[in-house]
């Protein structure tokens, strides 16, 4: 025991073994220090870490914290959606909410990532006043590629209104396609699901037929608006005409589907890719035996390449063993389209569509 006791002794006290073990210990601590180093540089080059920062930002109220997610040079391009942000912090309470989500890429630039519906919930007098949302526009930016701010959208309510059955009838819808002669049906509630796929046995009662004489807004070229009007025209019909493959057709291979139902101000997001599109599609030219799309207020902007179709969208389903619409839903569709690469033709590669369920009145801001 004690000739061991002893060797262990020699070999602490020589000078090149007790170098060599500190070398080590020092080696394994350094590598220990990077892989940490390298996850928290991981985690704050995520999209996660940078809307935490925004969420901090905005709900603390403190424009130098706020000012330091934007990109220089965006926020003097975009100075009325900055100083519009700022405003806010003079209510009483923010409250935001990223919980569940969705950035999709921005087909201009692959640095780019949009978040939309990031909903921000302002309080007066301790109680809820209105519940907004804003879309951000982020991209990488720096030697560090971290995201800033682009853009930071906040949503008026005439852009996210609250729809209610009475909007329904009074609006006046345009449709592209060939106009039937018969009136156009509204609902009475009904549990919807995505973009008409509910069953319902409540009869819908009828309303005269929604005039047709509403203007295109567009702030893109003639030849963009004149060719993206004629395809979301055959859209409009490959869908009424339950033509599956015409209707599919219209989608780029890497299209995302976005579907939200904004129930009593809360959102319930459903995302899907086209393989899964043409599924839902499917199952709802089953369900029903005639439908019918009214859309409205159809606003296109863009160039020649890349441009957003914007529209408020009316569904009326009629079940196949009867004559009468048993279902009709109301929200907004956003759908972005891009000249295919490989046919030259125009795509979409991304379709948003908000259903608006049970929302109060809120006042405009």
């Known amino acids: ?32 220090a990077m892989v940490v180093g390298l996850q928290i540089f991981e985690r704050i080059g995520t999209i996660d ?19 330091q997610l934007w990109d220089s040079t965006a926020r003097i391009k975009n100075q009325n959606q900055y100083e519009r942000a700022l405003k806010l912090f003079s209510r009483e309470k923010l409250e935001a909410d990223i919980n569940g989500f969705f950035s999709r890429k921005d087909f201009t630039d692959t640095n780019r990532r949009r978040i939309e519906r990031l909903p921000v919930t302002l309080y007066q007098d301790g109680e809820v006043l209105v519940t907004i949302h804003r879309d951000l526009t982020i991209e990488k930016k720096g030697f560090l590629q971290r995201w800033k701010l682009i853009d930071d959208r906040i949503h008026e309510n005439l852009e996210y209104p609250e729809i209610t059955e009475e909007h329904v009838v009074q609006e006046a819808p345009v449709e592209l396609a060939a106009k039937s002669a018969n009136p156009t049906p509204k609902s009475s509630p ?25 203007p295109v807004v567009s702030g893109a070229p003639l030849d963009t608006q004149l060719k ?23 989608y780029a291979a890497e299209a995302e589907i976005t579907r939200v139902t904004i129930d009593k101000e809360q959102a319930q997001p459903t995302r899907l890719n086209k393989k899964q599109l043409h599924e839902k599609m499917i199952a709802l030219n089953k369900t029903y035996s005639r439908i019918r799309i009214n859309i409205f207020h159809l606003q296109i902007n863009g160039d020649s390449a890349v441009a957003d179709v914007n529209f408020f969208q009316e569904f009326v389903g009629t079940r196949t063993s009867g004559n009468q619409p048993i279902y009709s839903d109301f929200g907004k569709k956003e759908l972005v389209f891009m000249v295919d690469p490989a046919d030259g033709l125009w ?12 929302v109060p009145k809120s006042p405009k801001l």
């Open 190 to 214: 009904v549990q919807p699901l995505d973009d008409g796929e509910a069953l319902s046995n409540t009869i819908i009662p009828q309303t005269p037929e929604p005039d047709s004489s509403a």
């Open 347 to 358: 795509k979409i590669y991304s379709e948003s569509w908000t259903h608006y369920k049970n």
């Open 228 to 250: 993206l009007s004629q395809i979301l025209g055959e859209w409009q019909q490959a869908w009424q005409g339950k033509n599956l493959n015409a209707y599919m057709s219209k």
């Open 49 to 67: 870490f940078f809307l935490e920062q925004w969420e901090r930002a905005v709900e603390s109220k403190k424009p130098a914290l706020y000012e």
């Open 1 to 32: 025991m004690r000739s061991g006791n002893a060797g262990f002794a020699t070999t602490v006290q020589n000078p090149n073994t007790r170098f060599a073990a500190i070398g080590i210990i020092g080696a394994v601590i350094i590598l220990l």
